[in-house]
Structures are given as structure tokens and as C-alpha cells.
């Protein structure tokens, strides 16, 4: 990817980090009240790609043609960031993936306990909602598009959306007649809602028009699906220090994935074409080449 636009997302995700580490609502003491927040606070401290809230930000610079999103952008962004750090803490713990590392850290539930990790993934369940409603209250956004913004979030991230997608998941442990359908379905509710919550949240903010909309929808459904099948490949063949979590964790917990459907070279080549059918659906806007660069730059991550 250009340098240019490599220099980009790194200075949108930390400006994400900023904001994470510094926001009111994320501020604890030592008391014993404080401790779901300081586990919340740990588990969104770096290390995580930041990638859901650059999405956003990137498709807030796209239609709206301003190239220095204001301060309050960022901040909608880190509601993406703060969900999806919820759904990872639950991820981790002994009764769904029991995985101990996560961000090159040990996992929360592994540094504070499992009540507190429960606690800290309720807590920044709820939050996103408290943050977006400040923002409109401050005047910031319109409360017709903080009402937007909480739909496009609750619907991705709840019982329609990712939480299905982790019920399909844990369901299908253990199963040997799992296709390519059912790993897309489980993908798509898991993984690609959320991509889809954070590309239309950048869409909404800069005020795009339904077929931009749409646009922002249908590449992040492409990215998202290839964003799971990479995942899914980086838990056979990743380090597990650069990839800052456990590898065969999957195989570990008999899951059925890509990896195991296409192998995982042709899991590649299918991110890679899932990739380049994102950046083709952006190629009628000017000014979309880095959301295009980007899309493919995660069909080769190695983390
Ligand atoms: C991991 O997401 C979980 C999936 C949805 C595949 P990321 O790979 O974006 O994890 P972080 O946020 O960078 O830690
Ligand atoms: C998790 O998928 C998706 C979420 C919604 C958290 P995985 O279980 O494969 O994610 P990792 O590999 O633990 O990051
Ligand atoms: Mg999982
Ligand atoms: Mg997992
Ligand atoms: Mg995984």
C-alpha cells in the first residue's frame, strides 16, 4: 500500500488511541466501583488494528470531500471500537473461545477474572450508546443522525448481527457437515455487520445519499467476508507474537473454517477476489483510492 495512504490510517488510528485514552467516560479510580472500568480500559488500551473506526473516518473523508474530519467523527468511530472490544472480551473467555492472549496481552478475563471480564463486556456493550447520545446532546450531530447512528449500531452488533453470527459459531463447534453457506451466513453476521455498522457510520456523518450508502455497504460486506477467511487462515499460519493472539485455536476447539474448506491458499485467493469486488464498487467515486488500496492491503495481512 502507498506510503501516502499507510500514513494515513496510522494517523487515524492514533487519533482513535488518543481518544480512547483520554475520553471522560473512560476515566476510573482504585475503588472497587472503578474495576469493570479499568478492565474496560484495559482491554481497549493499544494493540488492537483499530480498523473498524478507520473505515469509518475514511468513508466520512470520501463523501464528504473534507479532508480533516472534525474531532466529533473520531469520536463516533471509537463507538465502533469500544463494540467490537466488547464482543472480543466475551470472545476470549473459558466458555466461548477460551483463548489467554489477545493484543499481545493476556486476555481480560485472564488478568482480572471472569466475573470482572463479563462485567467490563457489558459495560462497553452499553457504552457506544452513552458516548453517541453525548455527542448529539452537545449539539455536535443532529439527534435525527445520532438516532441513525444508534440503529445502524444496535442492529449490527445485536441479535441480528454479531451476536447471531457468535451464536452460529459456538454452534457449530464439534460439527463435520459444515459448508461453504453456512460459514458465509456465520461470517457475515460475526464479522461483516460490524464492518458494515462502521462503513455506514462514516457514510451517515458526512450526510451520503442512499446509493453512496449502499456503496459503503457493499464493500464493507466483501471486506468483511475476507476479513474472516484471513482470520481464519492466520489461526493456522500466523506467528503467534505478531498476530498478538493464540494460533490453531480453531482447530483446538473443533471449529469448522475457510481454512479448512478452500485450504489456506485458496482461502487467500478468495479474500484477495472478495478484496478487489470491494474496491471495484468504490471505483465511480474520485477521491476513493485509498478505501480501494486498503481493502486490498487486508486480503495480505499477517496480523
Ligand atoms: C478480530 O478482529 C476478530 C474478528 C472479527 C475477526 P481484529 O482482527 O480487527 O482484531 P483487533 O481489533 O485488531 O485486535
Ligand atoms: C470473532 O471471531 C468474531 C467476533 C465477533 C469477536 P474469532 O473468534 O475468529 O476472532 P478471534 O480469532 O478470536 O480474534
Ligand atoms: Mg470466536
Ligand atoms: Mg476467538
Ligand atoms: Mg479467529
Redesign the pocket.
Known amino acids: 500500500m502507498k506510503d501516502k495512504f499507510s500514513g494515513i490510517i496510522s494517523s487515524d488510528a492514533e487519533k482513535i488511541n488518543k481518544i480512547l485514552e483520554d475520553h471522560a467516560l473512560l476515566r476510573c479510580g482504585d475503588s472497587p466501583k472503578d474495576r469493570a472500568t479499568a478492565a474496560e480500559v484495559y482491554a481497549l488500551s493499544a494493540g488492537g488494528k483499530r480498523i473498524r473506526p478507520v473505515l469509518a473516518v475514511e468513508f466520512y473523508r470520501l463523501f464528504s470531500g473534507e479532508k480533516e474530519p472534525p474531532e466529533y467523527v473520531y469520536e463516533a468511530a471509537c463507538a465502533l471500537e469500544i463494540t467490537h472490544t466488547f464482543s ?1 472480551i466475551h ?2 473467555m473459558p466458555e ?2 477460551d ?1 489467554d492472549m489477545r493484543r499481545g496481552k493476556p486476555s481480560t478475563h485472564v488478568a482480572f477474572g471472569c466475573a470482572e471480564a463479563l462485567l467490563a463486556g457489558d459495560g462497553l456493550a452499553i457504552l457506544p450508546y452513552e458516548l453517541l447520545s453525548d455527542i448529539a446532546l452537545r449539539g455536535d450531530i443532529s439527534p435525527d443522525t445520532a438516532v441513525r447512528l444508534i440503529n445502524i449500531l444496535s442492529q449490527n452488533a445485536g441479535n441480528s448481527g454479531m451476536i447471531a453470527g457468535q451464536m452460529l ?1 459456538l454452534w457449530s463447534e464439534e460439527r463435520t457437515d459444515i459448508g461453504e453457506e453456512f460459514l458465509t451466513e456465520m461470517s457475515f453476521l460475526k464479522t461483516g455487520c460490524m464492518l458494515i455498522a462502521s462503513c455506514l457510520f462514516g457514510a451517515v456523518m458526512a450526510g451520503a445519499t442512499p446509493e453512496q450508502e449502499q456503496s459503503a455497504a457493499i464493500y464493507a460486506k466483501n471486506v468483511g467476508l475476507g476479513f474472516q477467511i484471513i482470520d481464519d487462515v492466520l489461526d493456522v499460519t500466523a506467528d503467534p507474537t505478531t498476530l498478538g ?1 493464540p494460533v490453531k ?2 482447530i483446538g476447539r473443533h471449529k469448522p473454517t475457510f481454512a479448512d474448506i478452500y485450504g489456506t491458499d485458496g482461502a487467500r485467493q478468495k479474500a484477495e477476489a472478495l478484496s478487489e469486488a470491494a474496491a471495484h464498487e468504490l471505483e465511480k467515486y474520485p477521491g476513493s483510492e485509498l478505501l480501494r488500496e486498503f481493502a486490498l492491503s487486508l486480503a495480505s495481512r499477517n496480523k
Open positions: 472480543l470472545d476470549d466461548m473461545d483463548d459459531d493472539k485455536s480453531d
